[in-house]
């Protein structure tokens, strides 16, 4: 038990409030006594994407009658984050995260504290950078500079393929892979084994279909799932071909779907899911 406790302090948050302060008072209470600040409230929990941060409201004099939470990124409400408990969100990387508590009691005036994190991080560090550059092929009526920002959006996105540690990081030319727009008519170019219909994976080259970028597929279309929703998956379901994964099957009905199903032609009863899931980001 000492060993792990001593693992915890060494990789959870740990963040000391601000002083109390009755800056926010019910009313008519100007002439109550304030509380007394026993021990300042914190955050425990593991700062990283995916993890549960936990607020710890202090120990007060008298002890409170109620105590409300607002969890705070960069100091600013987070819409609907209002328990005790938060778990990390996408949005949170990169950023610090902190949690307002408000304690009132009938006797005392309200004392507001505001306890804060260090930055939050992604599900785990960098273990293997990635360089890849971006080339059209045919006439493709997209936005070839959408096409690229859209693309670094999804391998940036900590649900993504950086959950596995990898960093991609854009160059002019060369790199470990070459991302292509393709026009339809020209995917078949790159092996016998493509189609015209979607997108695929040769070797280094990882081909993006123009027509489902812009349409995305009948099938993703019926779910009703958004255009930018399957513009991540098939961005994460060829270059996971790259990174050596093969196609996977739905594990159960109503499970999500792995990433690495050939989800444009559907999910044998799987949710549409854009992301890898826990399973396949750490095989």
């Not at 990898?166 to 092996?191: D, E, Q």
């Not at 695929?200 to 279309?221: D, E, L």
Request: aromatic share 8%; hydrophobic share 35%.
């Amino acid at each position: 038990m000492r060993l792990r406790g001593t693992v915890l302090a060494l990789c959870c948050v740990l963040a000391v409030a601000t002083p109390a302060a009755a800056d926010e008072a019910t009313p008519g209470s100007g002439d109550l006594p304030a509380f007394t600040q026993v021990e300042a409230p914190q955050v425990t929990g593991v700062r990283r994407f995916g993890q549960t941060l936990r607020a710890e409201p202090g120990r007060w004099r008298p002890a409170p009658a109620t105590v409300r939470y607002q969890w705070l990124r960069d100091d600013r409400p987070i819409t609907g984050a209002t328990g005790r408990r938060y778990q990390v969100r996408p949005a949170d990387v990169g950023h610090r995260l902190g949690v307002k508590v408000v304690l009132r009691h009938p006797e005392r005036k309200t004392a507001i504290a505001t306890a804060r994190t260090g930055v939050v991080r992604h599900r785990v560090d960098v273990r293997r950078v990635v360089r890849y550059s971006v080339r059209v092929k045919g006439a493709v009526r997209t936005d070839v500079a959408t096409f690229r920002r859209q693309a670094q959006e999804t391998f940036d996105d900590p649900r993504g393929w950086r959950g596995r540690g990898v960093r991609f990081v854009p160059v002019r030319s060369g790199g470990g892979f070459t991302l292509w727009i393709s026009a339809a008519s020209r995917v078949p170019g790159f092996s016998s084994g493509c189609s015209a219909e979607w997108s695929c994976r040769v070797g280094r080259n990882v081909i993006i279909n123009a027509t489902r970028w812009k349409h995305a597929s009948p099938a993703w279309n019926r779910a009703g799932r958004s255009l930018r929703s399957y513009r991540h998956m098939v961005v994460n379901h060829e270059t996971g071909h790259w990174l050596g994964k093969g196609h996977a099957s739905c594990p159960r009905r109503g499970a999500l779907a792995p990433v690495m199903m050939q989800q444009s032609k559907g999910t044998q009863g799987c949710r549409f899911n854009p992301w890898p899931t826990l399973r396949e980001l750490r095989r």
